[in-house]
T-cell receptor
């Protein structure tokens, strides 16, 4: 599975959009991009995933570049409760799929 | 995720003791996983199971064993606990349908070994 690179930390003002980048330059054609977040020491929470098309759900939007070598998670109106560590993970589908976790981006949403 | 329940939530024990951490799920998922997380680090996979008769080692399985008693239950055992197994342990589940379904996590077990 391809590795990902994320900035270690980011800040965002409450009410503003938070744009979290992720590089996955070695991604292969059958690998999906997943985003999770972890608040304090709680269990990681699934946010969104995609293969090549942009995706949107009630929590966030995922923008994947045309060459699929990078992606951006967008929280459209960040709140204080969005303060968390955000993990970008690339993993293939199928029976042998496992998630390889990096260190993520620690997002601080400030009032 | 309230559909994935881990017990106990916290445990303090002594070196050499046998410990079992339990995970049960009501999501109807066939796949289950055990991870550990050390301070400031990402999650590392210990064991995973794709159905009741399937058990696979992850990247850090030494010192651990698992049992998949039923589709809904997956337990992790430390046969003889040692201090460097002090960590936060997470259970997760996923659905095999479609091949790309996300994992859903329990709230974790904080384990301290003295």
């Amino acid at each position: 599975d391809a590795k990902t690179t994320q900035p270690p930390s980011m800040d965002c003002a409450e009410g503003r959009a938070a744009n979290l980048p992720c590089n996955h330059s070695t991604i292969s054609g059958n690998e999906y991009v997943y985003w999770y977040r972890q608040i304090h020491s709680q269990g990681p929470q699934y946010i969104i995933h995609g293969l090549k098309n942009n995706e949107t759900n009630e929590m966030a939007s995922l923008i994947i570049t045309e060459d699929r070598k990078s992606s951006t998670l967008i929280l459209p109106h960040a709140t204080l409760r969005d303060t968390a560590v955000y993990y970008c993970i690339v993993s293939s589908a199928g029976n042998n799929r496992k998630l390889i976790w990096g260190l993520g981006t620690s997002l601080a949403v400030n009032p | 995720d309230a559909d994935v329940t881990q017990t106990p939530r916290n445990r303090i024990t002594k070196t050499g003791k046998r410990i079992m951490l339990e995970c049960s799920q009501t999501k109807g998922h066939d796949r289950m996983y055990w991870y550990r997380q050390d301070p400031g680090l990402g999650l590392r996979l210990i064991y995973y199971s794709f159905d009741v008769k399937d058990i696979n080692k992850g990247e850090i399985s030494d010192g651990y064993s698992v049992s998949r008693q039923a589709q809904a239950k997956f337990s992790l055992s430390l046969e003889s606990a040692i201090p460097n197994q002090t960590a936060l342990y997470f259970c997760a589940t996923s659905d095999s349908q479609g091949g790309n379904q996300p994992q859903h996590f329990g709230d974790g077990t904080r384990l301290s070994i003295l």
